[in-house]
Each structure stands twice: as structure tokens, then as C-alpha cells.
């Protein structure tokens, strides 16, 4: 085995091989870009090397400075995870000329599978299914366009060099395919320098179904399963489960040989996928081979019991297969989703930012999480905004995805918008829970999985919920004080008084109304009154008894933010210093003004050192869409302000000070 290897990576996957390599004993060697620094990958390595600037054309995608790293540390091995460098001929090449061993398939392989053009016509050589269609080198309109006539329609046109969804159009009449042939060959040749197109008929409706191939540099070849990777937006995967609920055992066998047969078919050695697309009479037709680890990977891993990286290590020191075809274990079934720092509501925009929150499910015997991020890193603009990923495992199907539901209920982010709550529309959708979802019906009907600005207000009683578990949160905090002044239940002389509580939720603030103490509580949201009784906070759970029902809730507060779980759908709320609404009068103290949620400055309307009278505006923000102005708090002098015109701060920031 080596004794050292350097992963030419970042993130999650770094990470992933990381610890691999650490139970087997070998020494790891991370590289890290200007923006990387203090990424987990660099600390949890047993040395780090810088490469270049933060973009990845700067660094993760230079071999020239990966190289010069791997000898300078005395890297036996150079381990390339996925994307950047994974899937580059060039570099496998130049690894091999330094000496050293690249941990993937062989240049020559990757070659042949690196056009989608020659790759088809080698597979439909081999015996391998593919679908009908054209990959000549003729790319003048006329003979695509009589092609196009040839194969019928719908079909499909695609870049003969591309991936990740780019290049791809679907036609479905003849007097369509010029202007679309046209916006994908521009669209290939500004993605990947070439505008050569292969055309495919287009099969309605289809699964994506990927088998997990193995060979060795002996000459052989197995495969581990497949991955059923349907539920796919913009051709980008965010539900990948084992063993596909689609497949028949006959169909699965078939698979799987054909699978076997394309791996021979180009010499492959180590790690691979072989992607088929499957209609829904079952004809399956091969679609590409990715030469590298895939992203989905501990699917299969969880399903087998076995460790792939490990396996792709002692491949490249030159091990046989561990396992003949008919040893391979298999185990329930597995289903991995990735926690992304994007925006649903906004097109999936991607984010950025400190995770100031990040709680992730414990990992158990049913539970995986694997991560490049801890709660306080940044996720940069410079990379993919992964965040995590969640992959369970349990005897059957329907079980796995209770737990799925389960681990995504306890996670909590604060900082980049997530797409957990995306998650788990998606997780609970009839699409997903029947196995009907073909690769198009994400794209075909994503307003049923996302929010939007007319999502349904929220349940008064779990809006009175969250209130109560806010006041009682404190009331813990202050519980040790025995002096009835610093308890937080309102009491007055005479009687409790009601206290006002003012939540942001969707951009929209609600005020609550909440008397009562010691876990009796009435609760008005508007025209609305809850009654709630026997409340009791404890280790994360909300017991009460809401109207006379029953309930228990997942509750987590951290700072200004508190959510709330039933089992089926999360209700998330961020606490405001005070009601906007009611000027700065709730935001501000006797002699400091305070934003009363995040937003950003437009307006300063007086200077350190001027006199001012109660009630004078002093700032004016703009948050969730309104105008708020702040005011003074008494008459005084300005000492301080501590904002300007154009500045974006966080709830409770102070603004201004007076003397």
C-alpha cells in the first residue's frame, strides 16, 4: 500500500478520502487555494500545501503546482476526488511521467470516453445498448437537419464534449431544430471550446439509472449495483437511492453485464459509472461513462459495506479485485441528498457567507454525514456551495426514508440560504414516495417543491408555539436568578402583563401577544387566541397542550432564530428586537438605537454631535421590502453612529449612541 497521497481536491471529498486513508495508515498531503486556508480539508490533512489564488483555474485546476507539491512533499500517489483534475487525460499522463501513481483509470481510457460521440459509437460497437441517433463528423445544418428527420421525434441535441447539463436541448418538430441546434453549438463552444453536436432520439419520461463499476489492472471487471438517480432539476441530481425501486431482478442483471461489458470495452481500471438512460418499458440505452468517484458514491457503499476509496487504493498499487461478482454483499437500501447553500425561491441562486449556525444530524448506524464545513467556515463564491451530505440506510425503502426525513428535520443553518426546506417537499412528494419521478418532472412541476411568495401563512398554533418556547427558552437562562425582577414572565403588579413578541417569518412580521406564566399561556396573533398549557421545554422537544391537543415539537433556538418541527414541515422564525411597525420606539434603548431587523441603511439624517428631541428620526433602513425609520429615544446629543448610507447590518446592531 502507499504510504503517502496527495488529494489534488477540496471540500467534502478531500475530506472523504482523508479519512479513509488515515484507517489504512497513509500519510495525506492536501492542497489549498488562497480562499482554502482554514478549510477542513487543510486541517484534518497531515500537511497542507498552498497551490495559487482562489479560483480554481489558480490552483485546483493547475497540475504544474500539484506536481511540484507532490514531489516536494514525497507524494507516492496522487488521489484527484471529483471534478477539477478528476476526469483530465493531460494530468493522469503527467502524474504517471512524474513517477508518481495516478488513482483513477488510465489516460487511454478516459480518452476514449471523453467525447460522447466516440464514446457512443465504441459502446454500440462493444454490444452495448445506446440510443438511436447521429455522431457523425458532417456538422453542416443541412445533414444535422435530415439527420434530425431521420431519428424522428422528439430528440435531443448535445454537446459532443459537454456535461453537467450544458449543450443540451430537447427538439420536438422539425421547424424547431435549427434555432435550437444553433443556441447549443453557441452554448458548447463558449462552455467547452467546441461546437461539434451528436443528436439522440429523446425517450419521454425516462429514469436515469447508473451502475458502479470496478476494474483492476488485471484484466478485471465487476460492478456493485446501480443508483437510481431520477429526481434530477436542470439535469443536476438531488435524490440518488439504492437499489432503484424501477428495477426488475432481469432487468438489473442485464444492467449490470452490460455495464461490465463497457468497462472491458475501453480497459478500465479502478473506479467508474456507467450511466444508462431507461425508458419506461424498461429498454435501456447507455448514456456515458464518468471516469472518476462519483459524488453519490457512499450509496452504494452503504448498500455493500464496503469502502470505495479504499478499494480505489489498492487498485492503483496494483491489487486484484477484492471481490469475484457474486461475492458482492448487498444490504437494504441507501438514499443520499446534498445540503446545498442555494436559494430555492430564487432559482437555486447559489450563496455565500459564514455559517453562523450549521447542525447536522449525529451520525449513527443509520445516519451518514459527509461534510467539508464545520459551523463558523465560509462557504466561497469561488466553489461549489455543497454544504453537506445526508445519506441513510435501513432495512427497506419506506424506512429509509422515514430516517431521511428524520436527519433533515435536525438540521439547522443560519448564514447562505439552504435548500433544506426544498429537501423536505421533496422527500415527502408523492413522486418520490411512489418511485414514479422520471428525470423531467422536477423541471416540469418545481413550483409543487418550492415555497414561493404566496406559500400558505403558517398554523396560529405554531406560531403561538414558537412564542412560548422563546419565552420559556429565557426563563431558562434566568431560571438560576431568584429575584422575581429578572424572570422573564411578565408579571406586574396586580397580574401578568402580556408581552409583545415580534417574528419575521418569509419577510413578513408578526406580532403575538402572549400573557400568562410557568407554562399556562394565552397567545393572540391578530383576530386568533391559542390557549396553551402544561408547556414544558426540555432537551429540544416543546410538550403542550395546544387548544386542548396534545402536541410534542422539535424546537431549536439559536440567538434571534427559532424552529420548530411537527414531523411533517419546519416553521422557521427569526425574532425581531421589536414591531417595525412601531418606529424605534421597541428597537431602542435610552441612549442606543438598534436596527430592529436585518436591513440596510438608506438614510442618515443627523450627525455626531447634533441635538435631538424624542422622537426625531435619526436613520432610516429598508428591510423586507418597507422603509423603517428610527428614532430617538429621548432628547440628547448624538455621540456616535456607528452606520452609513449603503451599509447592510444584522438585527439588533446598534446604530446610533447618545450621549
Same mark, same amino acid.
Given at each position: 500500500m502507499f504510504s503517502s497521497v496527495l488529494i489534488a481536491n477540496r471540500g467534502e471529498i478531500a475530506c472523504r478520502v482523508i479519512r479513509t486513508c488515515r484507517r489504512l495508515g497513509i500519510r495525506t498531503i492536501a492542497v489549498y487555494s488562497e480562499a482554502d486556508a482554514d478549510a477542513q480539508h487543510v486541517r484534518q490533512a497531515d500537511e497542507?500545501?498552498?497551490?495559487?489564488?482562489?479560483?480554481?483555474?489558480?490552483?485546483?485546476?493547475?497540475?504544474?503546482?500539484i506536481l511540484e507539491v507532490a514531489r516536494a512533499s514525497g507524494a507516492e500517489a496522487i488521489h484527484p476526488g471529483?471534478?477539477?483534475l478528476s476526469e483530465n487525460a493531460d494530468f493522469a499522463d503527467a502524474v504517471e511521467a512524474a513517477g508518481l501513481r495516478f488513482i483513477g483509470p488510465s489516460a487511454a481510457s478516459m480518452r476514449k470516453m471523453g467525447s460522447k460521440a466516440g464514446a457512443k459509437d465504441l459502446m454500440d460497437a462493444a454490444g452495448v445498448p445506446v440510443v438511436p441517433g447521429y455522431t457523425g463528423e458532417d456538422q453542416s445544418q443541412a445533414t444535422l437537419a435530415r439527420?434530425?428527420?431521420?431519428?424522428?421525434?422528439?430528440?435531443?441535441?448535445?454537446?459532443?464534449?459537454?456535461?453537467?447539463?450544458?449543450?443540451?436541448?430537447?427538439?420536438?418538430?422539425?421547424?424547431?431544430? =435549427?434555432?435550437?441546434?444553433?443556441?447549443?453549438?453557441?452554448?458548447?463552444?463558449?462552455?467547452?471550446?467546441?461546437?461539434?453536436?451528436?443528436?439522440?432520439?429523446?425517450?419521454?419520461?425516462?429514469?436515469?439509472?447508473?451502475?458502479? *463499476?470496478? /476494474?483492476?489492472?488485471h484484466g478485471g471487471a465487476i460492478h456493485l449495483g446501480e443508483r437510481e438517480c431520477s429526481a434530477q432539476r436542470r439535469y443536476q441530481k438531488v435524490f440518488e437511492e439504492a437499489p432503484s425501486p424501477f428495477l426488475t431482478p432481469e432487468l438489473r442483471a442485464a444492467m449490470g453485464a452490460a455495464a461490465v461489458q463497457a468497462a472491458h470495452a475501453i480497459d478500465y481500471a479502478n473506479a467508474g459509472t456507467?450511466?444508462?438512460?431507461?425508458?419506461?418499458?424498461?429498454?435501456?440505452?447507455?448514456?456515458?461513462?464518468?471516469?472518476?468517484?462519483? *459524488?453519490?458514491?457512499?450509496?452504494?457503499?452503504?448498500?455493500?459495506?464496503?469502502?470505495l476509496v479504499e478499494w480505489q487504493l489498492r487498485i492503483a498499487v496494483g491489487d486484484v479485485l477484492p471481490l469475484a461478482q457474486d461475492a458482492v454483499p448487498r444490504s437494504g437500501h441507501a438514499i443520499e441528498v446534498r445540503l446545498y447553500a442555494e436559494d430555492p425561491d430564487a432559482g437555486f441562486l447559489p450563496g455565500s457567507g459564514t455559517l453562523r449556525t450549521l447542525r447536522l444530524p449525529?451520525?449513527?448506524?443509520?445516519?451518514? *454525514?459527509?461534510?467539508?464545513?464545520?459551523? /463558523?467556515?465560509?462557504?466561497?463564491?469561488?466553489?461549489?456551495?455543497? =454544504?453537506?451530505?445526508?445519506?441513510?440506510?435501513?432495512?427497506?425503502?419506506?424506512?429509509?426514508?422515514?430516517?431521511?426525513?428524520?436527519?433533515?428535520?435536525?438540521?439547522?443553518?443560519?448564514?447562505?440560504?439552504s435548500n433544506i426546506a426544498?429537501?423536505?417537499?421533496?422527500?415527502?412528494?408523492?413522486?418520490i414516495v411512489d418511485a414514479t419521478i422520471d428525470t423531467g418532472y422536477l423541471d416540469r412541476h418545481l413550483d409543487e417543491f418550492i415555497a414561493g411568495d404566496d406559500a400558505a401563512a403558517p398554523d396560529p398554533a405554531l406560531l403561538a408555539a414558537a412564542a412560548v418556547a422563546a419565552l420559556l427558552d429565557r426563563d431558562a437562562v434566568t431560571a438560576n436568578d431568584a429575584s422575581p425582577w429578572a424572570q422573564g414572565d411578565g408579571w406586574r403588579l396586580g397580574a401578568p402583563a402580556a408581552r409583545r413578541l415580534v417574528f419575521d417569518h418569509r419577510g413578513q412580521p408578526l406580532a403575538l401577544d402572549v400573557s400568562g406564566a410557568a407554562g399556562d399561556y394565552a397567545v393572540?396573533?391578530?383576530?386568533?387566541? =391559542?390557549?396553551?398549557?402544561?408547556?414544558?421545554?426540555?432537551?429540544?422537544?416543546?410538550?403542550?397542550?395546544?387548544?386542548?391537543?396534545?402536541?410534542?415539537?422539535? *424546537?431549536?433556538?439559536?440567538?434571534?432564530?427559532?424552529?420548530?418541527?411537527?414531523?411533517?414541515?419546519?416553521?422557521?422564525?427569526?425574532?425581531?428586537?421589536?414591531?417595525p411597525r412601531a418606529g424605534a420606539g421597541d428597537a431602542s434603548t435610552d441612549d442606543r438605537v438598534r436596527a430592529p431587523m436585518?436591513?440596510?441603511?438608506?438614510?442618515?439624517?443627523?450627525q455626531a454631535g447634533d441635538a435631538v428631541s424624542a422622537g426625531q428620526e435619526l436613520l432610516v433602513m429598508e428591510a423586507m421590502k418597507m422603509e423603517l425609520a428610527l428614532k430617538a429615544p429621548r432628547d440628547g446629543t448624538v455621540a456616535e453612529l456607528r452606520a452609513a448610507v449603503g451599509e447592510f447590518v444584522e438585527a439588533d446592531a446598534t446604530l446610533a449612541v447618545l450621549e
Open positions: 497542507a500545501w498552498p497551490i495559487g489564488g482562489p479560483r480554481p483555474q489558480e490552483s485546483y485546476l493547475r497540475g504544474d503546482a471529483y471534478g477539477f439527420e434530425a428527420a431521420r431519428i424522428g421525434f422528439p430528440l435531443m441535441i448535445k454537446a459532443a464534449h459537454g456535461g453537467g447539463g450544458k449543450g443540451m436541448r430537447i427538439v420536438r418538430a422539425l421547424e424547431d431544430f =435549427i434555432p435550437n441546434l444553433e443556441s447549443c453549438q453557441r452554448e458548447a463552444k463558449n462552455a467547452f471550446g467546441r461546437d461539434r453536436v451528436l443528436l439522440e432520439r429523446y425517450i419521454e419520461s425516462p429514469r436515469h439509472i447508473e451502475i458502479q *463499476v470496478f /476494474g483492476d489492472r456507467v450511466e444508462f438512460i431507461v425508458a419506461p418499458s424498461g429498454e435501456f440505452y447507455f448514456m456515458e461513462i464518468n471516469t472518476r468517484l462519483q *459524488v453519490e458514491h457512499p450509496v452504494t457503499e452503504l448498500v455493500t459495506g464496503l469502502d449525529a451520525p449513527s448506524a443509520h445516519v451518514r *454525514v459527509d461534510s467539508g464545513v464545520v459551523e /463558523g467556515d465560509t462557504v466561497t463564491i469561488f466553489y461549489d456551495p455543497m =454544504i453537506a451530505k445526508l445519506i441513510v440506510h435501513d432495512v427497506d425503502r419506506p424506512r429509509a426514508l422515514a430516517r431521511l426525513r428524520e436527519a433533515l428535520a435536525q438540521c439547522a443553518i443560519d448564514g447562505p440560504k426544498f429537501l423536505e417537499r421533496l422527500v415527502r412528494h408523492p413522486a393572540r396573533l391578530d383576530a386568533a387566541r =391559542i390557549e396553551i398549557r402544561g408547556a414544558r421545554l426540555d432537551a429540544g422537544v416543546l410538550s403542550a397542550r395546544l387548544d386542548g391537543q396534545g402536541r410534542r415539537l422539535a *424546537v431549536s433556538i439559536i440567538e434571534n432564530t427559532v424552529r420548530l418541527h411537527d414531523g411533517d414541515a419546519r416553521l422557521e422564525l427569526r425574532r425581531l428586537a421589536g414591531d436585518p436591513g440596510r441603511v438608506v438614510a442618515v439624517r443627523v
